[in-house]
């Protein structure tokens, strides 16, 4: 079901997509959509203040096991975000992964294959595959 849901999602983007065809258009929409996102996020802090950042350094035990280290590791992030925040970074990331099936498209590059030889590849590797 999933994967008929991603396909679905990749071909309608075919189907929309009439102005920005040119690849360089899309990488350009793709790269904004991304500052989008990224700026809705920094708003939900700075303006809304529905979450928190309070970033410093990462410290965790240098001989500690793999489940002690990344229980250790922090996300920087504190607090929820509202209805609205969540909405508007929900739209962005939309959008972003709108113009990355267009590229896809233009690629000839099916969606759901790199999710899936993506995930085979981080299982696969396991922990030796820290990002």
């Known amino acids: 079901m999933k994967d008929m849901l991603i396909d679905e999602f990749q071909y309608t983007a075919l189907e929309l997509l009439v102005r920005n065809k040119s690849i360089l258009d899309l990488i350009t929409k793709y790269q904004d ?4 996102a990224n ?3 920094i708003k939900s802090v700075t303006q809304c203040g529905c979450i928190k ?3 410093k350094k990462q ?3 240098e001989d500690g096991d793999f489940e002690e280290v990344r229980n250790a590791m922090k996300t920087h992030v504190e607090g929820k975000l509202c209805d609205n925040c969540r909405d ?3 739209k962005d990331i ?3 992964l709108f113009y990355l099936a ?3 498209n233009t690629l000839d590059l099916n969606l759901y294959d790199i999710i ?3 995930h085979d590849r981080i299982k696969m590797l396991g922990k030796y595959n820290l990002r």
């Open 116 to 118: 899936i030889k993506e």
């Open 94 to 96: 939309g959008r972003n």
């Open 53 to 55: 950042i309070h970033a």
């Open 39 to 41: 700026r809705g996020i």
């Open 33 to 36: 959509s991304n500052a989008r």
């Open 88 to 90: 508007i970074i929900e």
């Open 59 to 61: 410290t965790f035990p």
């Open 102 to 104: 267009s590229i896809c």
